[in-house]
């Protein structure tokens, strides 16, 4: 048993992590997040009153508190998921991602390093700083063939991805500098349950249950690979557990996909699971408007990760097939969670630690 601490455990997937942590292991979590608006503790009510859980109400960029948190929750493992992901606003408001990306990474390292020099020596080595990145930091990819692997060059294309690569090289410089055995996961797209419907998954399945244009940027032709959420969970855990230190691994979904064919995948299956249509719609498809495409919009994202099957054993489980069902039906089955998003009211629920 090992007590892990998560930031940005009320974000989509670091929500996914500490549902898979109380349900599926013994682990003690510790939850710090700031909550801002993709912060939402209803994603976690299904494991909050856990005795191994705790919550603690905390920014990153507070100094003070995470080492308050620090010396207080003594953890084993910090898995670093906090972070502002959204392209869109990036690139309409840059300045809350360099906060957030690159000078609350800087935080949390400075204050888990002067913590892990502090800790006994059994508990010193066996500590890691494990820091979830994404594949955006590579740019796009111009063949059909080509995959990211774990030395991909870098060449971010947004003030999101350029935010999370500076936060990625901060994490190496903190091991070949201080020594803080760090280790570093970079993900492909992921979709599933919890997701704020701002993601074009989600947004695409509350928009044509309303009735509401499905907005797809330029032609829809840009591929993703995409990444059920409990495998990315899983695949977390397991580099978190078992990892090496200073190690990369690539976690992919083996499922790349276009943007067009991803939201006509959703329509379809809304046709057979949600017939009854607003009355203004004939077919869920004929409400696919295409946009002005994104300003540096990549055009293909796919990754490799043959180095995570070999060497540690994780697999996707899902299909794109089986996950985007699981995901539609879940937000069909779950419309009170989504009403609570939309409207504003999942703010309500923070709650102080």
């Not at 280790?183 to 704020?196: A, V």
């Not at 509401?212 to 695949?235: E, F, M, S, T």
């Not at 699971?273 to 203004?280: F, I, V």
Request: charged content about 20%; glycine content about 6%.
């Amino acid at each position: 048993m090992k007590t892990i601490l998560v930031t940005g455990g009320a974000g989509f997937i670091g929500s996914a992590v500490i549902r898979h942590l109380i349900n599926d292991t013994n682990h003690k979590v510790i939850n710090v997040d700031k909550l801002t608006y993709a912060g939402n503790l209803e994603s976690l009510v299904t494991i909050s009153d856990n005795e191994r859980y705790i919550f603690e109400h905390v920014d990153i960029c507070d100094a003070e508190e995470i080492t308050r948190v620090l010396r207080q929750q003594q953890p084993d493992i910090i898995m670093h998921l906090a972070a502002e992901s959204h392209v869109d606003r990036s690139i309409d408001g840059p300045a809350e991602f360099i906060q957030t990306n690159i000078v609350g990474t800087y935080n949390l390292l400075e204050q888990a390093r002067h913590y892990w020099q502090g800790l006994a020596v059994d508990k010193k080595a066996n500590f890691r700083f494990h820091h979830i990145s994404t594949d955006e930091v590579y740019g796009d990819l111009e063949g059909t063939d080509d995959l990211f692997v774990e030395t991909t060059p870098y060449a971010p294309s947004s003030p999101y991805s350029a935010s999370k690569a500076s936060s990625d090289h901060l994490v190496r410089a903190w091991f070949r500098t201080f020594g803080l055995p760090t280790l570093i996961t970079n993900c492909s797209n992921n979709y599933g349950p919890y997701h704020f419907p701002e993601k074009l998954i989600p947004l695409v399945i509350l928009n044509a249950l309303a009735g509401k244009p499905l907005p797809v940027y330029g032609k829809g032709n840009q591929i993703r690979d995409w990444l059920y959420v409990d495998d990315h969970a899983r695949a977390l855990v397991l580099v978190a557990t078992r990892g090496l230190v200073n190690e990369t691994y690539n976690i992919g979904g083996h499922n790349e996909k276009q943007n067009i064919d991803v939201v006509n995948n959703i329509c379809q299956l809304l046709e057979e699971l949600a017939p009854q249509k607003p009355a203004s719609v004939s077919a869920y498809k004929d409400l696919i408007t295409y946009v002005t495409d994104r300003a540096g919009h990549d055009v293909r994202y796919a990754i490799d990760a043959t180095k995570i099957q070999k060497e540690l054993g994780w697999q996707p489980i899902e299909t794109f097939e089986s996950g985007i069902r699981k995901t539609v039906k879940w937000y069909l089955n779950n419309q009170s969670w989504c009403q609570h998003v939309v409207d504003g009211s999942y703010q309500n629920s923070r709650i102080e630690s």
